[in-house]
């Protein structure tokens, strides 16, 4: 008899001895969330999430004393604050985006290939995470995993960390499944369609800005001197996409954010570049945010709220932020393609 799994319309089938056949799975993978915008469920995310080396690599000894003497103490009640400020009924937007994106992956590629893939989601930090995911997917039978981290661009703090989680929990399978990974698709021709197509979609209802910010997740400077490709690759992303919106380099401007700490990180900063332009006399500002696949904290509170704020106090008249891709059908092809190019060979693979 066939058994359900939890994924509506597919079922994994069994043979004769009971064991589920083989299947290739999809492992989308975002950030995370706490569960509630309140500091007891902030501080312990806070504390899996800036307890990472990979993000945070100061000497453990030296880092632990400062995150738990000092860290934990005071920027649970800050980052609880910023997540009310955007928490709705159906909960944290970077869970319920990151679901509906998957879901609508999911029926794209069960269009395309019907019962042959299976998508699940898990976060990096939090809840549901990589190793429950994974280890429920073999047990519903997966033999075969692509893993796509939903980071455009590669870093050693994202990407990286996701390739530790997953060989973390690869090292605990007897039987672990064959496995693939999305490093990055920061310059993949489909992605940067969907972005020019969102931002000119946005564009047709709303007006076109004086000025396009582009505005990425920052990292220490130290870390791209270390040999991290991640602020090359941004710099890829937002000339294709500026050349694919035929802009010139005046109208376009890179910038990075959301940094911490007292060290150098990538520049400019966004919030002193939206204050800058507004200095310069202009009016309308557009900022869309090509790093991020779904829309959270960094996006709706830190652009569209804080940097709007800054904007408007030095003299501008309105920060408009673009949304990200989120479970649009631009993102959800670009994605499908993605992953029929990197399962070429396996069963599953249409010819």
Not at 104 to 124: D, F, H, K, Y
Not at 270 to 295: E, H, I, M, N, Y
Request: aromatic share 8%; charged share 20%; with cysteine.
């Amino acid at each position: 008899m066939p058994r359900s799994n939890h994924y509506t319309g597919v079922a994994s089938h069994s043979d004769a001895s009971g064991v589920p056949s083989v299947q290739a799975g999809v492992l989308l993978v975002n950030l995370g969330t706490p569960t509630a915008p309140t500091a007891k469920a902030v501080r312990p995310y806070l504390a899996e999430f800036l307890g990472d080396t990979r993000v945070i690599d100061y000497p453990r000894w030296l880092w632990w004393l400062i995150l738990h003497g000092v860290i934990l103490r005071i920027r649970p009640a800050r980052s609880a604050h910023a997540y009310a400020r955007i928490w709705t009924e159906q909960g944290s937007p970077l869970r319920f985006g990151s679901e509906a994106l998957a879901t609508s992956l999911q029926a794209e590629l069960e269009r395309q290939q019907p019962g042959t893939l299976r998508v699940a989601l898990a976060m990096r930090y939090g809840e549901s995470s990589v190793a429950h995911t994974i280890e429920q997917l073999q047990r519903e039978g997966v033999r075969r995993l692509l893993v796509l981290p939903l980071y455009p661009q590669y870093s050693a703090t994202s990407t990286g960390s996701v390739i530790d989680a997953v060989a973390d929990t690869f090292k605990t399978l007897r039987w672990p499944p064959e496995l693939r990974l999305v490093n990055d698709y920061h310059d993949d021709p489909r992605h940067i369609d969907a972005l020019a197509a969102s931002i000119e979609r946005w564009w047709a209802t709303h007006g076109r800005g004086d000025k396009l910010l582009l505005s990425f997740h920052g990292i220490p400077e130290r870390y791209v001197q270390l040999g991290d490709p991640y602020f090359n690759q941004c710099l890829t992303t937002a000339r294709l996409l500026r050349e694919r919106l035929h802009m010139s380099a005046d109208d376009v401007i890179l910038s990075f954010q959301s940094r911490v700490g007292r060290e150098q990180w990538l520049q400019p900063y966004t919030d002193a570049s939206v204050r800058q332009l507004a200095a310069d006399g202009v009016k309308k500002l557009d900022v869309a945010c090509p790093g991020f696949a779904v829309d959270c904290l960094e996006t709706l509170e830190e652009i569209a709220m804080q940097n709007r704020d800054f904007f408007l106090a030095a003299g501008g008249e309105a920060l408009r932020y673009i949304p990200a891709l989120n479970d649009s059908a631009e993102q959800v092809r670009s994605l499908a393609a993605l992953v029929r190019r990197h399962i070429r060979g396996w069963p599953e693979s249409i010819a």
